[in-house]
């Protein structure tokens, strides 16, 4: 499981005189947890087009952004993780750096047909600006400085217009952003800009260019994140999908797409829920949607179309996340990424969609349940996310030992249209724990959890919910944060400028509201821990500090409550090494041994320090 870590990201298609090529980047947590760039040949044979060594990475507000395109001529441009900087890669040559050392990181590529420059967001510690590197070398230009965040560079067809996304503090990007537009020089930098859709409680969170007149935008003036046709003469937008789904997603990395413009004009748009995410061909003439996703049950935010045909990220509960063709007219699938090694199927659990209370929650019993059983609870991170219905062999590997997985997209999550995301506007550490302990009790009426026997579990802001849990109810028996905040006051002070104001949404601003803060702090409030907690953390984290964890520990030790804490050297927000993967699956399931009383043989016994 560990090597098949993650999935494929930043799909691109590439239409060449032999056919197709299709180029994306997936994860190799046994080389160190690098991300490699991959072409499939219209032949069918597959290439690294990155070499051994290079990780095509950036921290632009630290999540990262688009990190990489391919050129015309078959090369490659990319940031570097190492040292975040732009590099060239011709075929069969070496890599050789665009940008010069420094502190600037890159991201959000984009390649303006026929300039001969790659457009970029560059962040210089908190400073952003739209720039232009030339591809042979050469000084980075400013194309612009605007809001304090920016994504999205798009140059019009015409070449005379360049059009962005940008928000300032406290906005984060799902809450209300702005589409600009504004003149390009001929020396190719922008004028004064003009807004054309977005604003404070309105969400753009991408834009192409359908003609030197308009653009396609996913926006969600309505409460849903739907395509939206934009012309520049300040007549209305006119929403070309106006359903209640989302054909857009929280833009946490800058550079998702959730639509592309085919050749002739049709567009190939993900959309859907959580629960179901579809792929589908849009003609924005006739208003028509034709689903063209097959048997998956998810489509990532990656989309990209040539000759025809559509590359995309499809999973299915049973299949892994693989890059596909399909062709926009009669929806024939190709999967072109490689195969990967899966468990037989009678080990992998059968997911049902379900709403508990008003929450949506995904089961995943074990294959084999008799009765009420341990069950652990996932929560996913953000909070500003979800977790759709694929395989996750987290979830199996749990499964398969009998141990039954139920995750919570609750209140907050996206997905499910800006009303239910707009539930945790203040409530952070309210409504996500009361929703994960609805649903924990709904699995106890179903027969299917034994009341006993219920744990949670979570990453980063579902480590807070994991924590917060823990010490705001009595439902769980134990809980495994990993890279938790557990303190939200420090961890604002802390953090990094992306999202040093988020807080003002999910508690509410500072100092006025630190009432709030006090009460819902896991960190002072660990006397009322309900069980045992397990705290696993990267030691190079730069979005959630390791003391985080150190200090709920401590506060746990001081009060006489179970704990343990694992930290891993080299790992930042999230697991990318194979032997960390291990090891934190393996104490995880020792931990549960713990709680439930169950035989773990098979993984190395855990202690946990305090008093029971």
């Not at 990967?340 to 349940?369: C, F, M, N, Q, S």
């Not at 009765?371 to 694929?390: A, R």
Request: overall charge negative; proline content about 9%; glycine content about 12%.
């Amino acid at each position: 499981m560990a090597r098949t870590d993650g999935g494929p990201q930043w799909v691109e298609a590439v239409e060449t005189p032999s056919g197709v090529e299709v180029w994306w980047d997936e994860p190799r947590p046994h080389e160190g947890g690098r991300r490699c760039v991959v072409r499939r040949l219209p032949d069918g044979s597959r290439v690294d087009a990155l070499p051994a060594g290079w990780n095509a990475r950036n921290r632009l507000i630290e999540y990262g952004g688009r990190s990489w395109r391919p050129l015309p001529d078959g090369g490659l441009v990319f940031t570097n993780w190492a040292d975040q900087r732009l590099y060239r890669l011709d075929q069969g040559g070496a890599p050789e750096p665009l940008t010069p050392p420094g502190q600037a990181r890159y991201g959000d590529l984009c390649l303006p047909p026929g300039r001969g420059e790659v457009w970029a967001v560059r962040e210089i510690e908190d400073v952003r600006d739209l720039v232009a590197v030339p591809l042979d070398g050469g000084p980075v230009r400013v194309i612009t400085k605007a809001q304090h965040f920016l994504m999205n560079p798009r140059i019009s067809p015409d070449g005379r217009n360049v059009a962005w996304i940008g928000w300032d503090h406290p906005n984060m990007p799902w809450d209300g952003t702005e589409l600009c537009v504004a003149p390009l020089s001929a020396e190719g930098t922008a004028g004064a800009y003009e807004v054309v859709a977005g604003g404070p409680q309105e969400s753009v969170v991408q834009a192409e260019w359908r003609d030197g007149t308009s653009l396609y935008a996913v926006t969600d003036p309505t409460g849903w994140w739907n395509v939206h046709l934009v012309p520049l003469d300040g007549s209305p937008a006119r929403n070309l999908t106006p359903m209640a789904a989302e054909f857009g997603a929280a833009a946490w990395k800058p550079g998702l797409t959730c639509f592309a413009v085919a050749a002739d004009g049709r567009l190939a748009v993900v959309y859907g829920t959580p629960d179901h995410r579809r792929l589908g061909v849009l003609d924005p003439e006739s208003g028509e949607l034709r689903e063209v996703g097959g048997d998956a049950t998810h489509w990532a935010s990656t989309v990209s179309v040539a000759g025809g045909r559509a590359a995309a990220v499809k999973g299915t509960p049973y299949t892994p996340l693989e890059v596909t063709l399909v062709d926009l007219g009669d929806g024939a699938h190709e999967v072109v990424s490689a195969p990967k090694p899966l468990p037989e199927r009678d080990l992998l659990p059968t997911p049902e969609a379900v709403t508990i209370e008003g929450v949506h929650a995904h089961l995943y019993p074990p294959p084999d349940a008799r009765g009420p059983g341990p069950y652990v609870i996932f929560v996913h991170g953000g909070p500003t996310g979800n977790l759709p219905i694929v395989l996750d062999l987290e979830i199996a590997y749990f499964t398969s030992r009998g141990i039954g997985v139920a995750v919570v997209n609750y209140g907050g999550s996206t997905g499910y249209g800006r009303a239910y995301r707009e539930r945790l506007r203040h409530q952070w550490g309210v409504v996500d724990v009361h929703d994960c302990a609805k649903v924990a009790r709904g699995l106890v009426e179903r027969g299917l959890a034994d009341a006993a026997k219920i744990a949670i579990r979570g990453g980063s802001a579902g480590g807070w919910t994991t924590v917060a849990a823990l010490v705001h109810s009595d439902v769980f028996a134990g809980g495994v944060a990993h890279y938790a905040i557990t303190d939200p006051e420090s961890w604002a002070a802390e953090t990094h400028d992306f999202e040093s104001r988020y807080l003002d949404g999910l508690v509410g601003p500072l100092p006025e509201t630190r009432e709030r803060y006090t009460e819902r702090s896991p960190l002072l409030n660990a006397s009322r821990a309900s069980g045992p907690c397990l705290m696993l953390h990267g030691l190079e984290d730069a979005i959630v500090d390791v003391g985080q964890a150190e200090r709920f520990v401590g506060e746990l030790d001081k009060h006489g409550r179970p704990w343990a804490l694992l930290t891993f050297p080299g790992e930042q927000h999230g697991w990318r090494r194979e032997e960390t993967i291990v090891a934190t699956l393996e104490a995880e399931l020792a931990f549960y041994g713990l709680i439930f009383d169950l035989e773990t043989p098979e993984v190395p016994p855990l202690t946990l320090k305090g008093r029971s």
